[in-house]
């Protein structure tokens, strides 16, 4: 076990010494440095977004490759495709996702372009007020991710637009 020994005199001093520098360094007005306490605030509320922001991104990775998996045994197919979209949209739209159904009429691989092109209709919302939207997901197989995601929800009759309908029964 190593033993540190602090020398608490000179520590004392040291803090002194650094103190009296920020102090000649602060401003000297009230106004300055209630300023100063404002900014340091505002970088301080700014750079926990930021880390947050980062870590987030980090956790949210496009690439849902499995590297326990064999995919020359098990191919990597619309299934895993449809998976990796419901994951990115339980990713965008949180613990608002009430269910999603992929529409298998349109679903499809697009050999051409090389993409499994997923359409999908997510309920969002609550379970006493929720709309649908809808969901167009297409993944790469060769990469194992999103080449393009779009979330679509459909137009909101206006108030006036309802009126409209309403007088021209």
Not at 17 to 41: F, H
Not at 71 to 99: H, K, W
Request: charged share 25%; hydrophobic share 40%.
């Amino acid at each position: 076990m190593t033993t540190i020994k602090i020398n608490v005199a000179a520590l004392k001093e040291d803090l002194a010494w650094l103190w009296e520098k920020i102090d000649d360094w602060l401003p000297q007005s009230q106004q300055g440095r209630a300023m100063l306490l404002l900014c340091s605030v505002f970088g301080f509320i700014a750079s926990i977004m930021l880390i947050s922001k980062l870590i987030n991104h980090v956790e949210h990775t496009k690439v849902h490759f499995d590297p326990t998996r064999d995919y020359a045994q098990i191919p990597f197919d619309e299934l895993d495709a449809t998976m990796i979209c419901e994951q990115e949209t339980n990713y965008r739209y949180g613990n608002s996702v009430l269910r999603t159904h992929v529409d298998s009429h349109s679903t499809r691989l697009d050999k051409t372009q090389g993409l499994y092109k997923i359409f999908m209709f997510a309920d969002i919302g609550s379970k006493k007020h929720f709309e649908e939207i809808t969901v167009h997901c297409f993944v790469d197989p060769s990469e194992f991710m999103i080449d393009h995601y779009r979330a679509i929800v459909k137009k909101q009759d206006t108030l006036l637009d309802k009126a409209i309908s309403f007088l021209n029964f």
